[in-house]
T-cell receptor
Framework: NAGVTQTPKFQVLKTGQSMTLQCAQD?????MSWYRQDPGMGLRLIHY???????DQGEVPNGYNVSRSTTEDFPLRLLSAAPSQTSVYFC???????????????FGAGTRLSVL | SQQGEEDPQALSIQEGENATMNCSYK?????LQWYRQNSGRGLVHLIL?????REKHSGRLRVTLDTSKKSSSLLITASRAADTASYFC???????????FGQGTRLTINP
């Protein structure tokens, strides 16, 4: 049981490049989400999904796309990377029964992204 | 932003002392959760307190919730060096499916 797996762990991009951050969970969780963490800003929610085929925006969705074609995977796409997207990105998942507030979030180890 | 606010932003104490961190939030919530993040790692869940609970214990952790003041506190008793980490509160506002985090308290336990 691997939990939440994020790949890659580190990535350096040039401005304007695109890439996909991968997130996979093997716990059959309905709820998945992406956060970015910047110094002094805590975690900010980018996008989330309450199940396959359903996604919604969080606090800071601009510049990011997501899709949820399977329960297990929730990739985050950067369409045209900008230096402001330099951050640490965390994926999390949980059960959905009773609402996300009632369920423990399991986090991946993070992806450290630098955009030059 | 709907984030909660944590206080203090940083806390440094001696090993064996108690550490108290506070979290305030803005609107009515269903539940409140606390998480810990060790340096360079993902967050790990510590404790969940429901909106109809006032206090909850888990080992050396004690969490209180005051819905009238829209605040929560996390107390770590008899601190250890291994407690050095950042601590975050997280809330979901009623009717929402978004879990939002505070900015965190960075706790340092000095030997």
């Amino acid at each position: 049981n691997a939990g939440v797996t994020q790949t890659p762990k580190f990535q350096v991009l040039k401005t304007g490049q695109s890439m996909t951050l991968q997130c996979a969970q093997d716990m059959n969780h309905e709820y998945m989400s992406w956060y970015r963490q910047d110094p002094g800003m805590g975690l900010r929610l980018i996008h989330y999904s309450v199940g396959a085929g359903i996604t919604d925006q969080g606090e800071v969705p601009n510049g990011y796309n997501v899709s949820r074609s399977t329960t297990e995977d929730f990739p985050l796409r950067l369409l045209s990377a900008a230096p402001s997207q330099t951050s640490v990105y965390f994926c999390a998942s949980s059960y959905q029964q009773g609402g996300v507030s009632k369920n423990i979030q399991y986090f991946g180890a993070g992806t450290r992204l630098s955009v030059l | 932003s709907q984030q909660g606010e944590e206080d203090p932003q940083a806390l440094s104490i001696q090993e064996g002392e108690n550490a108290t961190m506070n979290c305030s939030y803005k609107t009515s919530i269903n539940n409140l959760q606390w998480y810990r993040q060790n340096s360079g790692r993902g967050l790990v869940h510590l404790i969940l307190i429901r909106s109809n609970e006032r206090e909850k214990h888990s080992g050396r952790l004690r969490v209180t919730l005051d819905t009238s003041k829209k605040s929560s506190s996390l107390l770590i008793t008899a601190s250890r060096a291994a407690d050095t980490a950042s601590y975050f509160c997280a809330t979901v506002y009623q009717g929402a499916q978004k879990l939002v985090f505070g900015q965190g308290t960075r706790l340092t336990i000095n030997p």
